[in-house]
Nanobody, 121 residues
Framework: VQLVESGGGLVQAGGSLRLSCAAS????????IGWFRQAPGKGREGLSC??????STYYADSVKGRFTISNAKNTVYLQMNNLKSEDTAVYYC?????????????????RGQGTQVTVSS
């Protein structure tokens, strides 16, 4: 399984970015992908996930209403709107062991290389 993130960059507070996670190597469509981030000096924070089998999605409270996860073919997207300085971090995608509308489990160790998001205030 290989995951490759892209789409990060520098944006002003209030702006938007769309991150992409290109997935390959899965043997079926019955899998889920999650996004998490890690800021300098802070722990990993799970953000969102999507189940490719039934379309279930989950959002952490910190991003609910601002971030939207979607998928098309073998790519999972994370649309990020109304970005804040506290959203500055390296963003990763990874397989999820589970994804429903009330919980997610991200397999952090199987992440991609990450993409940097920097929000200037």
């Amino acid at each position: 399984v290989q995951l490759v993130e892209s789409g990060g960059g520098l944006v002003q507070a209030g702006g938007s970015l769309r991150l992409s996670c290109a997935a390959s190597g899965f043997t079926s469509d019955d899998y889920a992908i999650g996004w998490f981030r890690q800021a300098p000096g802070k722990g990993r924070e799970g953000l969102s996930c999507i189940s490719r089998s039934d379309g279930s999605t989950y959002y952490a409270d910190s991003v609910k209403g601002r971030f939207t996860i979607s998928n098309a073919k073998n790519t999972v997207y994370l649309q990020m709107n109304n970005l804040k300085s506290e959203d500055t971090a390296v963003y990763y995608c990874a397989p999820a062991s589970g994804c429903s509308d009330h919980a997610m489990g991200i397999l952090f160790d199987y992440r991609g290389q990450g993409t940097q998001v920097t929000v200037s205030s």
